[in-house]
């Protein structure tokens, strides 16, 4: 086998999460911000991967509850929390209610599938955000990586709401979890993990 | 006084051409003893033979592509006006003469550091803005307006200095004044130094009293008041786009120079701007398109807005051929020097840039924040607003949902159980509703936590009026 193919291989290998990179992976990819469920930590390795992309899989790209402690958090540090192409309008009292501070969240509405993804980089990539959620239409491998790129560029932690039905295809995001609603709250399972395998479960009692 | 004398030859060209940069011969001309005649022309023109004074048959003759304007003073007088708009970041005490202008530096010279830095600056900047000038430097204006035309790039500062260095320049080069000039060549005196050797009396009847008052004013010896111009209170200006414009990329050029003119004049003001106005003339008789462009913070930097505009641009559709750029900014603001150091150690700028590159692309209605209300109508307790716009605390209470539907979502019933991809499991009853019948739209509800068989979490509620149900909300 040629040696670029192999490239191929090992690329598409940890891009679906089956290579565990060892502990000499870029630093700077070690940073997590705890998602505020110990629970939930545990499973994804400590918390949000900073400066990278985390991808919830979800029938209804849902998940927001989940971000909440965090986004919570990061309100009150200054950055602004991005949020790209919401599915609905997000109910403010719902939000104070959680704890979330409300003048640090920017919102970007009504923006085509291009514009989405042109928002998303410039908010990523700026240095600005702490968090930027998008929730994007099809995604395809390239922007990933370069939403992955700007993640990494702007220290932020990217967050993207996608359809279940993705979970067949690789993705060069540093987390992949997908979500399924359950009785106790909400259902977890890591699909791919930075230094370490996917396959983990955990029930995060978000209600 | 310390004076500089900007004079700009070639201004009868410029005010045509610099809008575009421009290739081929191009020339100005002007009526000469009954025929039209070349004024002035660019290189191009000269390497083909083309020179001032020749008629205009002359010319069109050695270069039958050659774009020619008649003189237009009205046009030059405009773009004087401009410059000193631009140059008022360099002087408070500006005046004019014929394609010069004159600024009084010494006040400004230590705030630039120095005459050097200072003239740096001035000639970096010229050019950028589209006119080619000359300076020379004096202590008393009428000296640096002559020596700028006739001797140009000297340095005057002593009187002693100033009297060698006009003792060459040939009289008749005194003034731009015909029948002046008429005079001087009739007295049969070579140059400025012939005069000045001969006694005041001889020279008061040889020269008569105009062209003594302009010599001592020359030198110094006699006061040489000039009335101080004063910069408009708005920012107005339009350049002309003299090979017509059919795509907005060649917007750019012409627009990078109304915008280092503005940034000069709100530097000079002590202030900047958050909203432009651009128009476009198009060739047509059609309306000119109006493009407001708003910005998240005052400015004064020509590269910011220069982005700002291009990527305006992308969203704006010519709809002829454009002929004329303007610029107008009527509300100036005070600029406070960016105070940074806020956010992680960078700039408020910089913010302001992201969040402005955003609206200036996606237009500022498609940005916004999120804001409570003091409303227990769902609906209206959150609200979409400008992101400088404050909130208010919600009053709603009980469990809130993430998501809000709007408008609500009438839902199915079976058997009396509403409906939402299978029946509904109503959890708990969340609050109760009953408010705005002060404005008409009052609400009477009973809201509830419900599940349905995929397990999602909903916010629904039943209308007491008529009994029917609505999804309002998502728990996600």
Redesign the interface.
Known sequence: MPEKAYQNLLEEGMDRGLVWRGRDDRPQGDAVESSGWPVLDECIGGGWPKGALSELLSRHRLGLSLLLPGLARLSREGRWLGWVAPPHLPFAPGLVQAGVALDRLLLVREVDARERLWAAEQLLKSGRCSMVLLWPQTLRDPQIRRLQLAAEQGDCIGVLFRPLRVAAQPSPAALRLRLLPSPLGMDVEVLKRRHGWGGRHCTVRVA | MHWLGLYFPDLPLEVFVRGQSLEGPLAVTARQGGQICILRCNEAARKLGIRAGQPLQAALALAGELRSWPRDLAREEEALQALAQWAWQFSSLITFEPSLLLLEIGASLRLFGGIDALLQRILDELPLLGYSGRWATAPNPTAAGLLARVAPGSRVTTREALVARLERIPLARLTRDAEARALLNDIGLGSIGDVLGLPRAELARRLGPGLLQLLDRLLGEAPDPRPPWQPPPRFEQAIELPAEVENGAALIFPARRLLLSLCGFLRGQGAATQRLHWWLEYREERPPNEIEQGLLRPTRDPEHLLARFRERLERVTLAAPVIRLGLRVDDCLPYAECSGD???G?GAE??G???E??AT??GE?????????PDYR?ER????AP?EE??E????RGR???????PPRPLRTADGVPQHAGPLELLRHSQRIESGWWDGEDAARDYYLA?NP????LWVFRDRRDGRWFLH????
């Open positions: 806020w956010l992680n960078t910089a913010e840039d992201i969040l590159r955003l692309r996606l209605q498609r940005l916004g924040g999120l804001r409570g209300r769902p307790a959150v609200v979409i992101m404050g909130g605390q919600p009053l709603l809130l949902p993430l998501w809000l539907l709007h599940r995929a397990g999602e979490r909300g998502l728990f996600d």
